[in-house]
């Protein structure tokens, strides 16, 4: 402890200009984090790799199950994970209706979900799928890399993951999607 | 109208603080004396101007209108009133006009009141603050006006952050607003004392009050913060070690260090760089804090409005204020002595340890909450979470709290540990005990897991050891300022044991139950009765309807909800907690599962409220020697002007 001594110390001149040296670190280092302002989302580690092996039963009577081998036929698709208790998910079925009127295959996931209720929320708003899989466990969903509803991820042809859009789809995201859509089908 | 007013008062008040800024700096030069006389009525006035803005911003989202646009944004007429006015600051601009409405007001009361300093060293307390509001006037003329005008108006607001509509958060941002001023002030003194070369216990002694009402301030508002998230996010914890209650931590830290030092300095003048140092590292920690969480710089589950061009605004001012103080610091601190000497094993020598403990702890919290910057600049993303935080935290603060027990009882300038050894028997015995206790009902679970039992050990000595600077007292005649260190002592003791047995014995259970059914949570049983639908005024809200009996005695209703918000759509968990003298139930309702079965989130949580209830304690201690201070201060102002009246009269 400097304090300990004889008469009326100084402070050391070296020790003075310490916090201002200190303070001019965390300014460098937070005008490197402003200039550089990467994307913070948790990606999927499962982006440019091919889906799991998967069999989904239907999850409403009038359209078919999901299953892997649906999703590597040469076509891109949209892969949406959505379920019918999830509120946001409504909000983002006008999107989906889009893209779909757009000539864009989409094909879905119920997670946790009854039939009736699926049926019942697809007739309430509206109902883009070709193809829909009850994934009662999350089973899928976590072997894709989703954590939860709603996610959506472009497929492309030979049924790897190209992109994954979390949370719920905006209409100011579409040109996004339709980007990842166009690079999937090159 | 209100808004022009409000606007015109605000440029006004700018135009004064510059006013205050020039005429203190020429005053201090010699060459300006007539403008001496200026400085304290400006002051005065730019306060009262800042107030009328303010005001003007309050009628406005009082009465919702739609026609400013800050209103329209922030605010929605459904809303009841308290939240109406509350949304006045809810927002960023709102809440920069709080900021510097306080700080005027502070300023103005500087410059009324005080009357000990060298007139020179108050002149140049008073440029400093104007300088820093300055600044912040800039920011909200520039890029942030709350009074700008909507053309055409809104139909209706765009609501309120559903979050953040709850009584205890309306009056969150201020209590930690009025801290972060009240630092900006001592602030301002040091710079003062600093430009002037009075470090000194005159300086100590009228900064000292200011400290200890930021401290006061900061510390209800992390506990209300603490509160907040506990039962609002609904996860269950207290702390999370989020950027965002890391900015409210370590202002605090850094304000306890120089709460101390400024004791120390006022009553022993001793300390004199390390309390000048500490006044700038207070307030830069509180400007710091503010950047991190408004410019989104690093990611948060707190729902703040995020603006990388805002942060970029405080980040010059930042630089211009810490940047500038700490040069000023550099280039005159070596002209000033230390003050006077003192042993190491003494009072100030134990206070002197625990002000580097703190400040340790605060490096090491603003080292983990920036390490996921300084990752990134080499391409890797991490979280620092506990892991982190709390053993290498631990680290520091045991040696801190061991020191605590000791530091009150020691004299002042030079003691010995021989002479205070028979008083501190009690405490140690009392850990001896909670030694045996805890390892009698433990099983080992490594360091991590050994922290919360050494924790109740410390909680335990520090309880008794924080009383015994009261034995042998005439407790009638101790002065305030010695309950109220004794009273904070022992609220640190009584939220660590809340903390430690929380973290050591709390129970929690994830079930996905039926109606009928009944799960135990430690030592409770709980009964799914029911799940209603409850509309409220601008949500509506599914409840789970659960009866709980503790140890099979009398029964209770516990109802957790799951809001939705519709302006704008948002889910909240709405946890319902019930509380016991020994700890809490806390039951969330999760999602419906496909077979009619709901998930029910429910925890036993010993002793959980003694977190908060030792942060009410502590920040009650420093309300009472607040009270004794300023008693003190004012008894002495008025017996020296009953001595000066005498020699007036005399000189007649």
């Not at chain 1, 699926?118 to 899928?140: E, K, T, W």
């Not at chain 2, 009050?209 to 006061?216: F, K, Q, S």
Request: a neutral charge.
């Amino acid at each position: 402890m400097s304090t300990q001594g004889e008469g009326r110390q100084k402070i050391s001149p070296m020790a003075v200009w310490l916090p201002l040296f200190l303070f001019g670190v965390f300014f460098a280092l937070v005008i490197y984090g402003l200039a550089s302002p990467a994307s913070r989302d948790v990606e999927s580690a499962m982006i440019g790799k091919p889906l799991p092996e998967f069999a989904l039963r239907p999850a409403i009577a009038d359209r078919p199950g999901l299953s892997s081998s649906d999703l590597s036929i040469g076509e891109p698709r949209l892969l949406n994970i959505f379920a019918s208790w999830c509120i946001p998910c409504a909000i983002e079925a006008p999107q989906l209706e889009t893209l779909n009127a757009q000539g864009i295959e989409v094909v879905g996931i119920a997670i946790r979900d009854r039939p009736d209720d699926v049926a019942a929320f697809l007739a309430r708003n509206g109902n883009p799928f070709s193809r829909i899989g009850a994934d009662d466990v999350s089973a899928v969903q976590l072997g894709i890399g989703s954590s939860g509803v709603p996610e959506t991820f472009v497929i492309d042809g030979n049924g790897i993951i190209l992109y994954q859009h979390i949370g719920v789809i905006r209409r100011e995201d579409l040109p996004l999607i339709m980007d990842k859509l166009a690079e999937a089908a090159r | 109208m209100i808004a022009e007013i409000g606007l015109a008062a605000l440029w006004l008040a700018a135009a004064l603080a510059a006013l205050q800024l020039i005429a203190g700096s020429l005053s201090l030069t010699g060459k300006a004396e007539s403008l001496t006389g200026t400085v304290r009525p400006v002051a005065i006035v730019q306060g009262a101007l800042a107030l009328l803005a303010f005001a003007a911003l309050i009628a406005l989202f009082a009465r919702t209108d739609l026609s400013v646009k800050l209103v329209a944004m922030n605010s929605h007429s459904a809303k009841p009133l308290i939240f109406k006015i509350a949304a006045a600051w809810g927002n960023h601009e709102g809440s920069m006009l709080l900021w510097v409405t306080v700080m005027g007001l502070a300023g103005a009361f500087v410059a009324q009141f005080e009357r000990r300093l060298p007139e020179k060293t108050m002149l140049a307390t008073l440029a400093g603050q104007a300088f820093v509001s300055l600044g912040f006037y800039a920011f909200l003329l520039i890029s942030s006006n709350p009074f700008e005008r909507l053309n055409p108006p809104a139909g209706e607001g765009n609501g309120l952050n559903p979050l953040l509509q709850d009584i205890g958060l309306a009056f969150h941002p201020p209590t930690l607003y009025l801290g972060y001023v009240g630092l900006s002030v001592a602030f301002s003194f040091a710079i003062g004392a600093l430009l002037t070369r009075q470090v000194g216990p005159a300086f100590a002694k009228a900064m000292r009050p200011w400290v200890l009402g930021a401290w006061i301030f900061l510390t209800l508002g992390i506990t209300a913060g603490s509160y907040w998230a506990y039962y609002e996010l609904g996860w269950g914890g207290w702390w999370f070690w989020d950027p965002v209650e890391n900015a409210s931590l370590m202002p605090w830290l850094a304000a306890t260090a120089l709460l101390h030092s400024v004791s120390v300095l006022a009553s022993r003048d001793a300390l004199r760089i390390w309390t000048v140092m500490l006044g700038v590292v207070a307030f830069s920690m509180s400007m710091v804090g503010t950047f991190l969480v408004r410019s989104g710089i690093l990611t948060s589950v707190h729902a703040f409005a995020v603006d990388p061009e805002r942060g970029s605004f405080i980040l010059v001012l930042l630089a211009i204020y810490i940047g500038g103080a700490l040069t000023l610091f550099g280039l005159r601190a070596a002209t000033v002595s230390e003050g006077k000497q003192f042993a190491l094993v003494s009072r100030e020598g134990a206070l002197v340890f625990n002000n580097v403990m703190l400040t340790a702890i605060l490096g090491i919290v603003l080292f983990g909450t920036l390490y996921p910057l300084v990752t990134e600049v080499f391409d890797t993303k991490v979280s620092v979470g506990p892991p982190y935080f709390n053993p290498v935290g631990a680290v520091f603060f045991v040696p801190m709290v061991l020191i605590l027990m000791v530091g009150p009882l020691l004299r002042w300038r030079k003691d010995s540990f021989a002479r205070i050894a028979k008083v501190l028997i009690l405490p140690v015995i009392l850990m001896l005990g909670a030694v045996a206790v805890v390892l009698g009902i433990a099983e080992y679970r490594g360091i991590d897991g050994a922290l919360p039992f050494v924790g109740i050990v410390l909680a335990a000595g520090l309880a008794i050891a924080s009383l015994l600077p009261l034995r042998e007292r005439n407790l009638l005649r101790t002065p305030l300022t010695t309950w109220g260190m004794v009273l904070a002592h022992l609220g640190v003791a009584v939220a660590l044991f809340g903390m430690a047995v929380e973290s050591a014995y709390k129970v929690e259970k994830l079930v996905a139950a039926r109606v009928g059914e009944t799960t135990s949570v430690g030592p409770w049983k709980v009964e799914l009765r029911g799940i209603e639908p409850v509309p409220g005024p601008n949500w509506t809200a599914i409840e789970a309807d659960l009866l709980a009996s503790y140890k099979g005695g009398a029964t209770s209703a516990v109802k957790p909800q799951s809001r939705s918000f519709w302006t704008p759509p948002q889910m909240t968990t709405e946890s319902a907690l019930l509380t016991r003298w020994n700890g809490q139930l806390y039951a969330v309702i999760g999602d419906e599962a496909q077979d009619g079965r709901w998930q029910l989130r429910l925890w036993w949580k010993p002793f959980v409220t003694l977190i908060w209830f030792g942060g009410i304690m502590i920040a009650l201690g420093g309300l009472l020697s607040l009270i004794g201070r300023v008693a003190a201060d004012i008894r002495r102002g008025v017996a020296r002007g009953r001595i000066a009246d005498r020699h007036e009269s005399r000189a007649q």
